[in-house]
T-cell receptor, first 119, second 113 residues
């Protein structure tokens, strides 16, 4: 298995531009998570999906951020318009619900991340 | 706000020594997980301990959980240079069927050869 795939790995853009980050979860996983990591705030959960449906988006910082999961193998995180304070590493993670008794109960598998720099 | 708080923030030891990292949290949890992050990479799951467990082992890793004190520790025995990384604890609560993880700020571990 290739693991969670994210693209691009690096993105440099100018303030005001639209940014789209992409994620392909591990095949068969039914949960997908988007995180943001910064030195100041650490690793923050932005939103997660179950079976392509957004379940909790309380971590999305503001309306400039949106996420979609049109099918089980693809998700996007969009920032429009981007601002310098959005600069961070954005991670996508996926997991498979094994129920409470599952041996690796909802272990999350992370992608390599997208390093976003907004100038 | 961050649920898990790791202590220390940074730890530097000699190869072969044991490394201990601590994590404290505030609310009830389903389980607590430890992850490792190498520089420039994503997080990798190391070990999970359920709320009804007190200790768990996996290779050179030993995790303890004290729910009365809302704290956990990760012990890496006989450390190696390859263990150099940041280590994060993540507390898991179940919301609408999914496990929501809240990560701490992490401990940066450096193993000196």
């Amino acid at each position: 298995d290739a693991g969670v795939i994210q693209s691009p790995r690096h993105e440099v853009t100018e303030m005001g531009q639209e940014v789209t980050l992409r994620c392909k979860p591990i095949s068969g996983h039914d949960y997908l998570f988007w995180y943001r990591q910064t030195m100041m705030r650490g690793l923050e959960l932005l939103i997660y999906f179950n079976n392509n449906v957004p379940i909790d988006d309380s971590g999305m910082p503001e309306d400039r951020f949106s996420a979609k999961m049109p099918n089980a193998s693809f998700s996007t995180l969009k920032i429009q318009p981007s601002e310098p304070r959005d600069s961070a590493v954005y991670f996508c993670a996926s997991s498979k619900n094994q129920g409470l008794a599952g041996p690796r109960n909802n272990e999350q598998f992370f992608g390599p991340g997208t390093r976003l720099t907004v100038l | 706000s961050q649920q898990g708080e790791e202590d220390p923030q940074a730890l530097s030891i000699q190869e072969g020594e044991n490394a201990t990292m601590n994590c404290s949290y505030k609310t009830s949890i389903n389980n607590l997980q430890w992850y490792r992050q190498n520089s420039g990479r994503g997080l990798v799951h190391l070990i999970l301990i359920r709320s009804n467990e007190r200790e768990k082992h996996s290779g050179r890793l030993r995790v303890t959980l004290d729910t009365s004190k809302k704290s956990s520790s990760l012990l890496i025995t006989a450390s190696r240079a390859a263990d150099t990384a940041s280590y994060f604890c993540a507390t898991a609560t179940r919301i609408q069927g999914a496990q929501k993880l809240v990560f701490g700020q992490g401990t940066r571990l450096t193993i000196n050869p």
